[in-house]
Each structure stands twice: as structure tokens, then as C-alpha cells.
DNA sequence: ACAATAATCCATGGATTTATGGAGGAAGCC
DNA sequence: GGCTTCCTCCATAAATCCATGGATTATTGT
């Protein structure tokens, strides 16, 4: 029959999952490395870290089974171990917004005010195809590189002010980052609409756009 | 743009839905919780922990959303806040599994050795419908009352062996319980195959049933 | 072989989490 | 009001987690 002692060997087992994702850092790394691939020293800047603690999360991560390596010369790459670990990321924040007020407060005060008129992804497919839209990814460029909407152009967020020329006029902006809790896009359409275009952003990102299966573009512009 | 501290802010709310999925007491409540509608006290038996304990954890996991309460009397029940917080607890058991051996390993210790042979949910559905298996639930008669799968008969695993008359003979035996980690079913189909009946389990349990959308219906035998 | 780069390992103090016992609060029964 | 039941809150000690800085390992380049 059902030994307590093994019992408790297994769901602390799972609970060893769990206590990856208990920590901000590690799920900010997460959100990163659900963007694509990369190295200790790009992660551990990206999520204002020092490197031997941003090393010691990925350790964490990497124990848990959610994040593997790759090695390449001197540099370390880290990725996640699978598309359900993306799937279990986007979960939990859906739960945490939904189920928990303080998230839907910190996101606010984090992304500014939610702006009501975002796109879904159908939609955004459909003005493509239309030609009605021009979908710009205002991430940094190398996770553009690591895969992007097709026919996307890529415009950092922190270029996008200089780089206004290269949008068409009397053509709408549909703005697209990392995911539903990703800054870039919020700021990217606010300055926009400063400007006097026409833009919208998606609803979510790369990362909930990915899980949908929707077709997905790699390398550089 | 980002402020690095409201961004720290966010992501440490959505850390604090991981930080309840952190600990295997708590996974274990979550588990019990799965299956329906309980009090403290009973979540503390059948968890095998100290009142005071089971409340404290309780309180994390309402603290995150994850749980809600009704009060009835003197008595306090909690149950899930939403068919979402069950999909990431499953979500959570799957990648677990997937990504960490040791999960697996502490997973055939405790369910013992893996028997092959189990039905789909699918499969279970058809044999009911032609009349060539006969379902048993095997969790304790209080989770078959807050939900059982359409048909099954009620045979809590520690009264199996005493019941076996009720089971007609020329028909093959469906057991499950819980869900992909709950050890009844496992000892079930064991006990039954030592008496010389054709047994088998669904692969994984009710848990899953509900996720799936499959019909289920309440209320005791 | 030596130096440089990228990342992990190790030790440490400070903060957080956990289990547990005792006190306290809310609802129901007499 | 008193008493019981069921649960939460509080205080505490042990265990664990976290950030950080210095030492160590692995690979590449000279």
C-alpha cells in the first residue's frame, strides 16, 4: 500500500518544480530564456543580476528540469528544456492574474494603464494578410533574431523615436514583445500615438504566440 | 519606460503563485483539493499533518489565490479557486515528470512497478458504451460523492477485497482514482489481478476527467 | 605554457520558511 | 451565559533560501 515516506518523496519531487518558479528573479529569467537562447553574462544583465547569482538561479533551474545547456566554446547557453516549461510559465502567470489582485495591480503600475484596444493574434493574422497593418517587434534585436513573427520588421523599443521614418504613414501599427507582462510593446504604442500614428498593440506575445503554434520566422532582418 | 522596481514587483507576485506550488504538503492539499470540496480538519488527516499546520499552509495557498473558502457552521471548506489552477497543477505534475528523473524514480517507488497495461480516457469511454468493462472508483466514498465518473461503482481500495462478489466475474474491471499520481488504482488493479480478475486502470484519473471536459456526476451511490 | 574569458563552486551572514504548541476567535448547542 | 467544536493567529526554534565576493574550473588564444 501507499508508504508516507515515498509519498512524500514524490511530491516533494514535484514540489522541486514548484520551488523553481518561486522566486521573481528565476521567473524573469524564464521570461527571457522564453524568448530564445542565451548566455550567463546577456541573462544576468538583462535581469539586473550579478553573474554568480543570476548562476546560481540558472543552477535551480537547470536542477529542476526546466532550463538544459549547450555549451559553445567558452560561453554557456542556456535554453528551455521544452515547450510545455513554456506552457507551465504562461499558466501560471494567467493564474496568477486572475486568481490574485496584487498581480493585476503590480502589472498596472508596471505597464502603465491598460489600453483597451489590443489585438488577438486572429486579428492581427487577418490585417496582415489584408495588408492593413504593418507588425513592427520592438524587442531587442537578437530575440527578434531568435524567432519572430512573419513579416514583422524588427524595432527595438528604444530606437523606435529615430527610426519613425521607416514606418508607412496611412498604414496602422500593430506592436507585438515577449508576453503578456513585457513593457515594450505598452511604451511602443504610447509613443507612437504621441506622434500621431495609428497603433495598437498585440494582447500578449512572442511567448503565448509560440504555445498557439502560429508560424514562427527566425534569423536577422 | 520599465522601472526596474515595479517590474521586481510583478514578477515577485507571480512569484508568490510559485512560491504556493513550492512545497510538497502543499501539493499534496492541492491534490486532496482536486477532487472536491474539504474542511481543515479532513485535509489534515488525509495529509497526514498537525492542524495547526495544514491551516498555516492553507493560508498560503488562499494568500495566492489558489484556494477559496465557504464557511458552513462552525466548519470551513476549501476547494480550488478555478478549473485553471487544476489545469496548472496538472501542468506542473506533467513537466515534472518529463523533465526530472528523479520524479519518475520517486514515482515507480511509491505507485510501484509500472504496469503497461492501462486505458485511455477515450478507451474507458468506449468499453462502458459496449458493455465490456465494469468502472470502479477506488478513492475514499466522500470524493465519489463530490464527483465520480458517469457509472462507475464506488469501491473505496481498502474495502476491495472484501467486495469482490460485487464485481461480475466474465467482465473485465476499469479501476481509477485520483489522478496520474495516485497510488489506489495501482493497488487495486494488483489486488484484483492476485484474485484471478482481468483489471486494469485508466491511465491517469479524475483529475484529468474533469480537465478534459468529460462528463461527471455527483452525488453517492 | 601562460594569460584571458566565461561560468561554476564555495563560504557567509541575513532573511524567509516550516513545524509545532498554546492562546484566541467565531459559530452552534445547552 | 457557559461549553464545545473547528479553525486561525501568534511566538519560537530549526531548517532552508538568497545575494555577494573570492577561489576554482574549463576552454580559447597567443
Redesign the interface.
Known sequence: ????A???????????????????????LL?LLAQGERGVDSLARAA?LGLTTASAHLQVLRQ???VVTRREGVRIHYRL??D??A??YA??????R??????E???T??LGPEDTDHLTREELLDRVKAGTATVIDVRPAEEYTAGHIPGALSIPVDQLESRLAELPADVEVVAYCRGA?C??AH?AVRLLNAHGRAAKRLADGMLEWRLAALPVEAGAA
Open positions: 500500500m501507499g508508504d508516507p515515498r509519498k512524500a518523496e514524490l511530491f516533494d519531487a514535484l514540489a522541486r518544480t514548484g520551488k523553481a518558479l518561486s522566486n521573481g528573479k528565476r521567473l524573469e521570461d539586473g529542476a528540469g526546466l528544456a521544452g510545455d516549461v506552457a507551465l499558466l501560471l502567470q494567467q493564474v496568477a486572475t486568481h490574485l489582485a496584487a498581480t495591480q503590480a502589472r503600475a508596471y507582462n513593457v515594450f511604451d
